[in-house]
């Protein structure tokens, strides 16, 4: 479980983020703006699957941190290295 702070910083910056499209569209122009806005939406979508799909077979990992411990010990024991 996250603790308080953690979760009041998101919320906070969730709501910042749409207040600053406007600006972000100033400065690169509907075309480039919406490109970004649709890769960006999806790149978001697609890291929800993949991080849904670890926590599915991975339960007992509860944090980015032990996710990527996981992924370098696995890394690690793919390349033959043992912990020192």
Known sequence: RAPTWAITANSLAFMCVPRAIPACFAKTGWTVGMLALVYSSVVTYDTGLV???????????GSYPGLCGEALAACAARRGWSPQ
Do not use: D, N, S
């Open 51 to 61: 991080l849904g799909e670890v926590c599915r077979l991975r339960p007992k990992i």
